[in-house]
């Protein structure tokens, strides 16, 4: 009996088996060799049951560890390594969902390039000019201030808002311009379920001979319609921004409620969802382009703000915290 469980550690340690389901089926089945072993226990004379025991219940430990490294190993080669085994079943591989910032920066994507503009990208670290003087910001207005926009070191912050790549755009460019500039934005803010220190915008801007605001309203109806549907209606107010003259804010009609009124339009049946106006002589100026010969439109949106309303989503914070139970919701969408 000893040499047999001796031999038994013997050939188990020299990982003769490559595959767990053989290993199992020789070893820890219910007729494999160690419980052939324990049967034959009741056999076994009293005075060398104890050192047989433990050599038994050792055998059997060593034989457990054994098959479950054959099964990490096993698990980790499938996930790696598709070419593995071409007839093991995939079926039931668990695929992610699309993170739904994407769906909805994708789709604000898609409706303007069906409208001519195209996708451009700018750093999210960026100096004074680009971020506040060339869009005409006075020098002590407030987006200046520690308080409100993360400094790297002076005079370079993180991008508070995607208005900056509006500026490297129209520096480089010849116009006209037609374009789209998603990203990443940075504000110093307590974070909460309405707010967070960081977002994400998509911005938009148009230069060209006699842009007028007409066309931008237009741009933004046909916006509106085809991202909440063609019952969606819009309504600009006055507002202001130093990069845009007249500037306006646009609401929609509440996609939660239709209208009616409800928590999330706070009763009034409209939501905001962009800013926008007509490009600052200033601006154009300061790009090099002449604004007695240019004038354009721009406007700014925040993607979750259009998540939170697409997919009726209560907390800014769940777009950053990866819980799966949340993201899975998106596999269909
Ligand atoms: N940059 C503005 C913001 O972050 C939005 C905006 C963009 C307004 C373009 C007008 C024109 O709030």
Redesign the pocket.
Known sequence: MKERIESLVKEISEHAYDKSEDFKLMFLSKKGKIQTLFNEFRNVAPDQKKEIGQLLNGLKEKANACYNELLMKESVSSDTCLVDDMTRNVDNRNIGAIHPLTLVRREICDIFSKIGFTVEEGPEIEDDWHLFSALNFPPEHPARDMQDTFFVEKDIALR????SV?IRCLENATVPVRKLFPGR?FRNEAISARAHCMFH?V?GLYVDKNVSFKDLKQVLLYFAEELFGPETKIRLRPSF?P??EP?AEMDITCSICGGKGCNICKGSGWVEI????MVDPNVLANCNIDPNVYTGY???MGIERIAMLKYNVNDIRLYFENDVRFLSQFKNA
Not at 274 to 277: E, I
């Open positions: 508070t808002h995607t208005s509006q934005v915008q911005e921004f990069f845009t500037s962009l800013g926008c106006g721009a406007f700014g």
